[in-house]
């Protein structure tokens, strides 16, 4: 963080001193001279309860939802909500610089999207990206945060959780171009339908300059029937209807995917991706047709895809005791599930497993998600699915009565000896679910008795 006067920084929040500040930590931990400290309130850790030891360490400000003691009254800064201070700050902050910065939003493939755009941008200058899932009111702000002089381009992730979210963060990130990847059922629980997902995805239009490209998803069913600014410029992607850059030619398999790209303003551009699944084709055209349209070279646009890498375990492929395995257990919805599947689907493996667990924030279309989720899986022609949680019953069900052999199980000890005791040499597997039910440490184990085998 550069160095930022705290009657800037705070301003809207309280009238401040125009000492320096330097950084801006919710993690006691992190507390450093001249920073801004802020407490929130949590199940297990109340911020407030190490706010005294943050002043007293030098925390110049202290952001709290109440009076703290040990700490001085003209250093507190009291706020109803802590979230929302963090996203004025970061607004304040974010004033001071003029990157040209994508901003990402979408039910499914925001975080592949994200990457694909910063590995395009790197390749044109300095760029800072969204680290990990930090997308909400205290990531947001916690990237910006890292934003400074040397900052030439930027993306940065938004997701949501409730309607509103998506415009606050749009407003404080004040991105040069936007990108809404698809429209899924993520969320519904909340918002009720995918009318409203649409609606609250659209939110990031309020943010964005006039003359902005909106990057958009042709093959949607719901995005065409969005009502996009007229202060702004609508950009098109997608495979199977007309649009602005559109991919064509595809060829897919376990190493990576080649494709040719139309462009109608730039022309064509042979494209190889480093990811297997047409789904990952969609975000890799969603970052090029944002960084083309705020002026950067199409065809170095196109060849930096190929420097997509991916992150975490998501949609990642490898190699464990003779198994391909698919590590994709970061989160799962019904749009991102029959995406994995059909990577399954393609691998060369004569034999493949699915562990697929359970999918959740789906609200009303939990049910159906699941048994559709068991039905991809028939399609996919996958030879074993382990179903792990109770929403799972109903995949499994599904996937049983197309033929599928499948094992339903209620625990992790349960999935751990299904997965050793069925899983041979030679298979293909993939692990998917939502990311509560941390499927990465199943899988952990599985590798460490794989190993000792």
């Not at 963090?86 to 990402?104: Q, T």
């Not at 992150?311 to 994995?340: F, L, W």
């Not at 692990?431 to 190993?451: C, F, P, V, W």
Request: with cysteine.
């Amino acid at each position: 963080m550069q160095p930022i006067p705290a009657n800037e920084l705070l301003a809207g929040l309280t009238l401040a001193e125009p000492v320096p500040i330097r950084a801006v930590v919710t993690d006691s931990r992190k507390v450093e001279p001249d920073c801004v400290f802020v407490c929130f309130p949590g199940e297990r850790v109340d911020g407030h309860s190490f706010a005294a030891g943050a002043f007293r360490s030098g925390a110049a400000y202290i952001i709290a939802n109440r009076p703290v003691e040990g700490v001085p009254a003209e250093r507190t800064v009291i706020v109803p909500d802590s979230a929302l201070a963090m996203v004025r700050m970061a607004s304040n902050y974010r004033m001071l610089f003029s990157p040209r910065m994508i901003g990402v939003t979408g039910s499914v493939g925001k975080t592949t999207t994200k990457e694909f755009c910063y590995a395009v941008l790197s390749v044109f200058g300095n760029t800072l990206k969204t680290e990990g899932n930090q997308n909400n009111d205290i990531g947001v702000p916690n990237t910006l945060f890292r934003l400074d002089t040397a900052t030439e381009y930027a993306v940065v992730e938004m997701g949501m959780d409730h309607a509103g979210e998506i415009e606050r963060l749009a407003r404080c990130a004040r991105p040069s171009a936007g990108i809404i990847t698809k429209i899924g059922v993520s969320h519904l629980e909340n918002l009720g339908t995918r009318e409203n997902i649409l609606k609250a995805k659209m939110e990031i239009c309020a943010g964005l300059p006039d003359g902005a490209p909106l990057v958009l998803n042709a093959d949607d069913d719901l995005l065409p029937t969005a009502s996009v600014p007229a202060r702004l410029r609508p950009v098109w992607f997608g495979i199977e209807k007309p649009a602005d850059v559109r991919a064509c030619d595809i060829r897919t398999g376990a190493q990576g995917t080649a494709f040719t790209l139309e462009d109608r303003e730039h022309g064509r551009f042979s494209v190889t991706l480093p990811t297997a699944g047409l789904h990952t084709v969609y975000d890799a055209l969603a970052a090029y047709a944002a960084a083309t349209r705020l002026g950067l070279d199409p065809a170095a646009c196109a060849a930096a895809l190929a420097r997509y890498q991916t992150t975490g375990m998501r949609q990642h492929i490898v190699e464990k005791g003779g198994v391909t395995v698919i590590e994709d257990c970061y989160n799962a919805s019904p749009d991102s599930m029959k995406a994995a599947l059909s990577v399954l689907g393609a691998l060369p493996n004569r034999r493949k497993v699915a562990l697929l667990g359970d999918m959740l924030e789906l609200g009303a279309a939990s049910e159906e998600g699941h048994r559709q989720a068991g039905e991809w899986a028939a399609d996919a022609r996958v030879d074993l699915l382990i179903a792990y949680g109770p929403r799972s019953a109903a995949m499994a069900e599904a996937a049983r009565a197309r033929g599928v052999t499948t094992v339903h199980c209620q625990n992790a000890r349960e999935v751990l000896q299904c997965l050793q005791r069925s899983v041979r040499p030679g298979d293909a597997l993939l692990a998917k679910a939502s990311h509560a039910m941390k499927l990465e440490e199943i899988l952990q184990d599985y590798y460490a008795g794989a190993s000792q085998a």
